[in-house]
């Protein structure tokens, strides 16, 4: 699984105040501190706290890339603060996040392609968050149709079934386990799926509970990335051990540990 | 998901010296506290050390019905052991179980029709463990011909594809998983799925964690029924918010609390 670290975000106190001071050792540490817990990539969010996400995006682009060269995943919902970033990344890229709205996707596609970023596609537009997998998928298959006509690989694209809160959806969680599963035979290459998943838990008094098990059910219906907290042990030890079912981690008896050292 | 409790089970040494010295009060508090845990039913399992299965399945059902009125579970390779114990069992029984060879068939099928039990059925037979999923659906299928036939009710037959260690045969696990889906969908009626959860982490150092993490991927792939140590609190938590998540369990905040006082 790939994994995003979530925590580079301007909604929580301590990140937010070290965009507005633009204290660089902050960011620094909560950047490494995730990269040694497992994440892959970090996402970079200014966060309302923000008023010139345009100049912010820019900072934590800069302050993060100057101690990894881990990918970065620009997570706004403007795309000029996109392009902002995207002009002084030096590391791999990825855009979170477009949706299937048309005047997002003429935007995005266009810049994935030049700045060859991965890309994450929502499967929400202006119309409101879907409500059925079948509108999940019809979504997913206008982001891929858009994509597929404008030259961007497939393969770069990373499709999220949105997932809800268990406490307010429940009755919508099967549909979007399996969302996961039929994204990946809308095309041939496939797309890769993708999913924000902190939201399940939202609201509810045993969240990191709530999270692991989620993310082990979507891991063997195939989840390929995830944004989430790489801090939080329990979640990492059990994606770890789902990836060990799935034959995705070599058994040793101290595969816990192993993968901790990689 | 139906929960059969492990613990009656001779191989254990204080079970074990149990049954030899004819000791009621510990299969009873063990008997009591699976179920305060929130085991469904109750396994019983002679075990190696009894030398007279026929008598002592007599004496573990005898004495666990004395104090519960939970389903029983009738567990071992010798029919003649579990006719025994049908002989004088009142609570509702489960055979445990009947492989896909002719011989077992010919004798268990008629003895749970006989008594009006559930059967688990294992995808298993004397040419050897299955070794992949088309074996084991070929195998489910026999069984489920063999009852179909003889007039038992496929809602009342539990298939057990037979989880191997995952430090010994990684590459099936995905396999058996699936399998659990499939055999789901082998017959209308549908027979229902059934594992011996802790085989899965036999012989490796995280056991807990491997059984909680494999138990939620089956629940995933729509297992209904599942032998295992239902005083494992951190299983049983996995357990019941995989259910939730499945829309199985009613979610409240206090969910887990819930589940544990009904």
Chains 1, 2 share one sequence.
């Not at 890339?65 to 881990?70: E, F, I, L």
Request: with cysteine.
């Amino acid at each position: 699984m790939f994994i995003i670290g979530e925590l580079i975000n301007g909604m929580y106190k301590d990140i937010g105040e070290a965009i507005k001071k633009k204290d660089k050792s902050i960011i620094e540490k909560c950047a490494l501190a995730q990269i040694k817990s497992g994440a892959d990539a970090l996402d970079l969010n200014c966060g309302p706290v923000s008023k010139e996400p345009i100049y912010d995006i820019q900072w934590l682009v800069e302050t993060v890339q100057a101690v990894t060269d881990k990918p970065l995943a620009l997570d706004s919902s403007k795309p000029k603060v996109i392009e902002s970033g995207l002009k002084v990344i030096k590391n791999k890229a990825i855009i979170n996040s477009t949706t299937a709205d048309l005047e997002k996707l003429e935007i995005l596609v266009p810049l994935a392609k030049q700045y060859q970023t991965k890309l994450i596609g929502l499967t929400i537009s202006s119309k409101g968050i879907p409500q059925t997998k079948e509108q999940r998928l019809e979504l997913a298959a206008t982001i891929v149709a858009y994509c597929s006509e404008g030259g961007f690989a497939i393969e770069d694209l990373y499709l999220d079934p949105i997932i809800l809160p268990v406490n307010v959806a429940q009755a919508q969680m099967r549909d979007i386990l399996e969302s996961i599963h039929e994204f990946k035979i809308i095309s041939d290459p496939s797309p890769k799926t993708f999913v924000g998943l902190s939201n399940v838990s939202q609201g509810t008094k045993v969240r990191s509970l709530i999270n692991r098990t989620f993310i082990t059910m979507a891991a063997a219906f195939r989840l390929d990335a995830a944004i989430l907290d790489p801090l939080d042990r329990d979640l990492i030890d059990a994606l770890i051990t789902a990836e060990l079912i799935l034959n995705k981690q070599i058994y040793c008896d101290s595969y816990l540990e192993a993968y901790r050292r990689k």
